[in-house]
């Protein structure tokens, strides 16, 4: 098992809701690490280039999210879909 010690990464522990013209991305694989540091557990999401990637395999985002933000993110999904 990991600890957060092993990454120097960002931590999001706060979502707030911004409105603006974008678009659906490319579908690419993904997978998930619980992480525990000081009795705290987070989560870990790491995103993987798209098929046409010159380095296959190689993560392209690590996103971490305290418990608030696991929080946050339960009630978007909830009450949006």
Same mark, same amino acid.
């Given at each position: 098992? *990991?600890?957060? $010690?092993e990454y120097n990464l960002a931590l &999001?522990? *706060?979502i707030d809701h911004?409105? /603006?013209n974008s678009r659906?991305?490319?579908e690419? $694989?993904?997978t998930y690490n619980i992480l525990y540091k000081d009795g705290e557990k987070y989560l870990e999401v790491t995103t993987y280039g798209s098929k046409? /990637? $010159?380095m296959k395999g190689k993560a392209s985002q &690590? &996103?971490?999210f305290n418990k608030e933000a696991i929080k946050q993110? *339960? $009630? &978007?999904v909830e009450t949006q879909f």
């Open positions: 098992m *990991k600890t957060m $010690e &999001i522990n *706060k911004l409105t /603006r659906v991305h490319e690419v $694989e993904a046409d /990637r $010159e &690590i &996103i971490q993110l *339960k $009630e &978007i």
